[in-house]
């Protein structure tokens, strides 16, 4: 039964490379968030997506930031173009539904991108 | 505006009780979550309390004052293991999202 999975759990990348971040929900859950966590910072949400549909992406940056979540795979989310201030823990969680009134998200262990 | 205010940090005895606070002010409620997270960690689910009121789950109790814009987090019988990070999020009404608190980093001493 596994949970929430995210790969890689560690990302190093260069200034102006591309960082793919992956995230495979609990099984049987279809709604999919991304939370960035700055350091001595709370989680702050990015993006909400279902199948093949973004819901909300009002907390993701309008530039270089962007993610999907195909009908079949995990959802990714994608960074291009890297700068320093995109070093963070950045955590997706699952529901089973869409996550109101007490449906709990469900968290993975996170990747933590580091710039250099 | 919106904002979730929570202690940076509190130290704690083992075999103790500390009591974490949470004040909120958000446009629109539902309900509010408090996550646990070890170092490095994924957040995990302790508690969701919609109703006012006090709710008990072991040796962890949560409580909201939906009036007052208030929770707190109980833990009794402090183990060492509780030593983590403790998140108050809100569940917005008409947001799809929570709406996360900086944490409260807990230390738990001999």
């Known amino acids: 039964n596994a949970g929430v999975m995210q790969n890689p759990r560690h990302l190093v990348r260069r200034r102006g490379q591309e960082a793919r971040l992956r995230c495979s929900p609990m099984k049987g859950h279809s709604h999919v968030y991304w939370y960035r966590q700055l350091p001595e910072e709370g989680l702050k949400f990015m993006v909400y997506l279902q199948k093949e549909n973004i819901i909300d992406e009002s907390g993701m940056p309008k530039e270089r930031f962007s993610a999907e979540f195909p009908k079949e795979g995990p959802s990714i989310l994608r960074i291009q173009q890297v700068v320093r201030g995109d070093s963070a823990a950045y955590f997706c969680a699952s529901s089973h539904q869409e996550g109101r009134s007490g449906d709990e998200q469900y968290f993975g262990p996170g990747t933590r991108l580091t710039v250099t | ?110």
């Open chain 2, 1 to 110: 505006g919106q904002n979730i205010d929570q202690p940076t940090e509190m130290t704690a005895t083992e075999g103790a009780i500390v009591q974490i606070n949470c004040t909120y002010q958000t446009s629109g409620f539902n309900g509010l979550f408090w996550y646990q997270q070890h170092a490095g960690e994924a957040p995990t689910f302790l508690s969701y309390n919609v109703l006012d009121g006090l709710e008990e789950k072991g040796r962890f109790s949560s409580f909201l004052s939906r009036s007052k814009g208030y929770s707190y987090l109980l833990l009794k019988e402090l183990q060492m293991k509780d030593s983590a990070s403790y998140l108050c999020a809100v569940d917005q009404t008409g947001a799809n999202n929570l709406f996360f608190g900086t944490g409260t980093r807990l230390t738990v001493i001999p």
